[in-house]
């Protein structure tokens, strides 16, 4: 087989979460819809979701969607049942779904019950969840490919309490299903993305805020640039396909450069 009919995903089915912003679920679910799989989308915001969906067709591509909030076991075993009722498989899960949750202000607020339990919930519940019911499915056709999507925040003292807590686990993780999935010819990989342009970091309206507080980042990075939806997408799109058929347990951080120091 040639390098690039590697990359190919006809007839596969992928399931992405997180996937109704304009982040990189979004981003990622078009990508592998244009190279040949059909997506099922999964976020909180319906109409959103109906927008990407309509995208990814107009452009060729074949999409449908569950409206779900990943941090309820129910809402993810649904999602699962859905997807293989819509498209009769599932073969790939980009667990995309998160939260960064309210930077806190002082160390009083970096203790805070509420925003520690509602970040867990989003970020580690929603993805174990996720796996627990999708790895069976991505199991049956000798072609399982889980990527989560992770930060260097499990590299690195980043972000705050829950947030590095999950991020730190799904870094675990990814090598404990890694080993346990590999008899069922399931593979699992995270991408970490460096600081990356966005909608959780440049919101509509902030382009001010964005270029005075984030923009100026892209100098402590060593390619000098932010990082872009493409250049994560591309790292999934790898993840997912025959391309990446023997990597498995591996965190592909992407982030021109910055945990070089």
Not at 18 to 24: F, L, Q
Not at 88 to 117: C, H, N, Q, W
Not at 141 to 150: A, V
Not at 209 to 220: E, G, K, S, T, W
Request: net charge negative; with cysteine.
């Amino acid at each position: 087989m040639a390098v690039s009919e590697m990359f190919r995903l006809d007839e596969r089915v992928a399931l992405i979460t997180g996937a109704s912003s304009r982040g990189i679920g979004s981003t990622a679910a078009k990508a592998l819809a244009e190279y040949g799989a059909k997506v099922f989308l999964v976020a909180r915001r319906v109409e959103k979701l109906e927008k990407i969906a309509q995208s990814i067709r107009e452009d060729g591509g074949t999409a449908e969607y569950w409206a779900a909030d990943v941090s309820e076991e129910d809402a993810c075993r649904t999602a699962v049942e859905k997807c293989v009722e819509a498209f009769g498989r599932l073969d790939i899960m980009v667990l995309a779904a998160g939260t960064a949750g309210k930077s806190p202000k002082t160390v009083e607020e970096l203790f805070d019950t509420e925003a520690y339990r509602k970040v867990m919930g989003i970020n580690l519940d929603g993805i174990f969840f996720m796996v627990k019911y999708g790895w069976p499915e991505c199991a049956k056709n000798g072609k399982g490919s889980i990527i989560m999507l992770n930060s260097l925040a499990a590299f690195k003292a980043a972000g705050h309490v829950p947030y590095s807590a999950t991020k730190g686990a799904i870094r675990a993780w990814t090598k404990l299903f890694a080993k346990e999935l590999a008899p069922y010819r399931v593979r699992v990989n995270a991408v970490a993305p460096g600081l990356t342009d966005t909608e959780m970091v440049h919101p509509e309206g902030m382009d001010e805020i964005f270029n005075q507080r984030v923009l100026p980042a892209a100098d402590r990075i060593p390619l000098r640039r932010l990082g872009t939806l493409e250049d994560m997408a591309a790292g999934i799109l790898y993840l997912a396909s025959d391309a990446a058929g023997w990597v498995t347990g591996q965190c592909l951080v992407i982030d021109g450069g910055e945990l070089c120091g």
